[in-house]
């Protein structure tokens, strides 16, 4: 959420910047609006300012966050600027695609998946299944080790006050699963349990940063069928994700997302594989973010790299909707920045695994790291005879 | 769905009726319903052999004329006799779906072997509890809490695959005829969670997805019996509707399950029955915590089951057994609605029949802790998990964070 003072201090630098992530919000209308309210509030008309009040409300919490400074401004999802690439050889051969080689090792079947819960699902089935608990256990104890608090929830569902911290409601109420007959929603990311983790606190200055790290299944109804091409585990239903979250003050926020992003690309470089991090256009961020950038796995059969996870400052737009504050040194009191990370998303990082560490005898390398987690074993190899399917 | 085979064994009911009323009532299914069905299964072969018999005279008059096709008053007869044959498939068509849908709604019967009017429990086997003082239970796991949590998760899950359980991560959004299957449908349709939108149910149990792995299919005899470990979260209506600090902390239902299922020979029930107790046996001794097992009575026993088997564990806290592990044995009836069959060579395809076993992984750390706890509130872990957690001791001074998993 954006604040009216801020609006009021600049209200066509703030309309130019809503541009460039394609809102179309009318800002002089909804100073309008302010105006408006203000002269009933002094007239005395209690309800009428009530109605108000509460449209400008709504309006308010409609507008995503303004763009950085920083934040390359463009309507075109192709103006992001590389920032550096890491990793092993980048396989330029066209390899089969996961879904060919997690279906042949008997690792994958979205057959089944999709006769059980219908399309763009995923079922991990024996090796792959393993591959996917090891791959959820070692993000864990890699947020750990970088000095995140983990948190694990009962169950992978938020109330509505929850998704609002977050930014998911009221615009994206058609991208989340609703459990009919309650106030629950299944998460999307784990972020909208974290970033209203203390929502009505007020932190001492000194005690931020204050880190949080948590696994959940994440669920999207991914509504539009814009990208319904996409293969595999690209983008399904559900997936599963390690989610980082920093509670910051607004004079390190953007220095913490630096920190944050090397946290999460320290994921990807043990895995061993080839990345880049990108810095996204005003056009591409998420609703409550004003600087993002993008990790991106290279994906050899698709021949192009692919993002598995989004770190983004979202300064003070979840921190006031969530009454998150901080008080300096000083005594001032301000609303707290909050930046979110994936740490990262395993389905795509599986996908990457499988086609990058495919070896000539169509086996698949397990990672060194992840060897522990499955029992050491150091390749997955092709099946023989695989009864069962 | 229109592929659903009946689920109680329509033969069986015919055979003998009565036995079959007895297995049931001790499920609270009442002698009427296996009345009902047992005429409505009565009309409808009255309305078979009658369409047969229509049948056989129609096609006997077509012959004769097609040989004399010059009498007009034989054709009139002829189209009326198809119009009523036509009427009367549609009527057998309407009791046959009747038929259907009063099967769905109908339980598993218990196990021959478990007298029905048993509500006692008997006690199979027991370890010694060490009773000690330990604090309560913990809705949200933090911390070193969360790590060790994923140790139990996965040391339970490895326990299964090396005894040649095959793993696999289901959705946890289960299409309505997937429920069906595995008997959680339609009986108690307005019970679970469900997204109405999307038309998808939240999974109540990991069982209910391996459940239908093999819907529609016949397996090799060979390939019985097959074996599978799973673990998710599941989703109870009890938890949604409730805020947080109100739950029964020692009900299974936050957090995750672990669900293992085999597809086996009718003959082979017995046997597997041991042997998933028996994989249930080691974990927990290797978890060191003290259990027993408990046969189920039949008045407890779930809706598809037609034996159980609880694996209880002691929780000093409470001062009380509490069940963190079920063992279902549901006959062939889940095959039966899923139609899952397997064919030996040139015999007629049978029913497979299947074994599920579910573990508590909440429970499994809230015991851990329970049990374990040392005199200074540190909390001394097993070997098994103690090397996948890399330390032997949690919360003790100068070794981490003091806040173990209590939020």
């Known amino acids: ?389 | 769905m229109a592929r659903l085979s009946s689920m109680l064994n329509l033969e069986e009911i015919r055979r003998d009726p009565e036995s079959l009323k007895a297995r049931l009532r001790a499920k609270g299914v009442d002698s009427i319903v296996i009345d009902e069905i047992v005429t409505l299964d009565r009309e409808h072969r009255r309305q078979q052999t009658e369409i047969q018999n229509l049948r056989s005279k129609h096609n006997a008059e077509t012959g004769r004329f097609k040989a004399h096709p010059d009498s007009s008053a034989d054709l009139a007869k002829l189209k009326e006799q198809r119009d009523q044959i036509s009427q009367l498939e549609s009527q057998a068509r309407l009791t046959n779906a009747e038929l259907r849908a009063r099967l769905l709604a109908i339980p598993a019967p218990i196990d021959d072997a478990l007298s029905s009017d048993s509500q006692e429990e008997s006690s199979e086997a027991t370890t010694q509890p060490e009773v000690m003082a330990a604090h309560g239970a913990y809705p949200r796991l933090r911390e070193q809490g969360v790590l060790l949590y994923r140790s139990i998760v996965d040391h339970c899950v490895d326990t299964y695959v090396n005894r040649n359980f095959r793993e696999a991560i289901l959705p946890a959004l289960l299409l309505q005829e997937i429920l069906t299957g595995s008997g959680e449908l339609p009986a108690m349709k307005d019970y679970w969670l469900k997204c109405e939108d999307d038309e998808l149910f939240l999974a109540p149990s990991i069982e209910s997805g391996l459940a239908s792995l093999h819907h529609d299919e016949i397996l090799a005899e060979s390939q019985l019996p097959e074996r599978w470990v799973s673990c998710g979260p599941t989703f109870n209506p009890q938890q949604a509707n409730r805020p947080l600090h109100h739950y029964d902390r020692y009900l299974p239902y936050p957090y995750d399950q672990v669900a293992a299922f085999v597809y086996l020979k009718p003959e082979q029930r017995e046997c597997i029955v041991s042997e998933v107790v028996g994989v249930l046996d080691i974990l927990l001794q290797s978890l060191e915590l003290p259990y027993r097992v408990v046969r189920i009575g039949a008045g407890r026993l779930g809706f598809a089951a037609e034996s159980a088997l609880w694996h209880e564990v002691w929780f000093p806290a409470r001062s009380a057994y509490v069940p963190v592990g079920v063992t279902n044995s549901y006959g062939s009836y889940q095959a039966r609605r899923t139609s899952t069959r397997f064919r030996d060579g040139g015999r007629r395809a049978e029913y497979t029949a299947s074994v599920g076993q579910t573990v508590t992984m909440w429970l499994l750390l809230a015991a851990m802790l329970e049990n374990h706890q040392q005199r200074d509130g540190s909390v001394a872990l097993p070997i098994a998990i103690a090397e996948r957690f890399g330390r032997p001791i949690i919360g003790s001074s100068g070794a981490g964070p003091q806040r173990t998993a209590a939020s």
């Open chain 1, 1 to 389: 959420m954006i604040a009216i003072e801020r609006i009021l201090a600049n209200p066509s630098e703030i309309e130019r910047r809503l541009r460039f992530r394609g809102d179309d919000t009318d800002i002089a209308s909804l100073l309008q609006l302010r105006r408006e309210l203000e002269d009933i509030e002094k007239g005395g008309d209690a309800s009428r300012a009530t109605i108000l009040a509460k449209q400008l409300q709504a309006a308010l919490e409609r507008l995503p966050a303004v763009p950085h400074e920083t934040t390359p401004l463009s309507t075109k999802k192709t103006d992001f600027k590389i920032v550096r690439e890491y990793g092993g050889p980048r396989l330029e051969k066209v390899t089969p695609s996961h879904v060919d080689i997690g279906g042949r090792l008997g690792m994958l079947d979205l057959r089944k998946a999709t006769r059980l819960s219908g399309n763009k699902f995923a079922a991990y089935i024996g090796w792959g299944a393993r591959l996917e608990r090891a791959l959820i256990t070692y993000m864990l104890r890699m947020a750990a080790n970088a000095g995140y608090s983990l948190i694990a929830p009962p169950l992978p569902w938020a109330g509505s006050s929850q998704l609002f911290t977050a930014g998911v409601l009221p615009k994206f109420a058609d991208q989340v699963y609703k459990i009919t007959g309650s106030d629950l929603f299944l998460v999307p990311t784990a972020e909208v349990l974290l970033s209203s983790l203390h929502n009505g606190a007020l932190f001492d200055e000194q005690t931020l940063p204050q880190k949080y790290a948590a696994y959940t299944p994440c669920f999207r109804r991914e509504a539009g069928a814009a990208r319904a091409t996409e293969p595999g585990l690209i983008r399904i239903h559900q997936f599963n994700k390690v989610e980082l979250v920093v509670f910051t003050t607004p004079q390190k926020s953007y220095d913490d997302l630096e920190i944050l992003v090397t946290d999460a690309e320290r994921v990807l470089r043990g895995l061993g594989l080839h990345y880049r991090v990108i810095l996204l256009p005003s056009c591409d961020l998420a609703q409550q973010a004003t600087k993002a950038y993008d990790l991106q796995v290279w994906l050899p059969s698709i021949n192009d790299y692919y993002e598995v996870s989004t770190c983004s400052n979202c300064e003070d737009y979840q921190a006031r909707r969530g009454g998150v504050r901080v008080r300096g040194t000083d005594g001032r009191v301000e609303y707290a920045h909050t930046l979110n990370g994936s740490g990262v998303a395993t389905s795509r990082l599986f996908a990457a695994i499988l086609e990058n560490n495919l070896d000539a005898e169509g086996g698949v390398g397990v990672p060194e790291i992840l060897r522990s987690y499955m029992g050491g074993v150091e390749r997955i190899p092709p099946i023989i005879h695989h009864p069962g399917g």
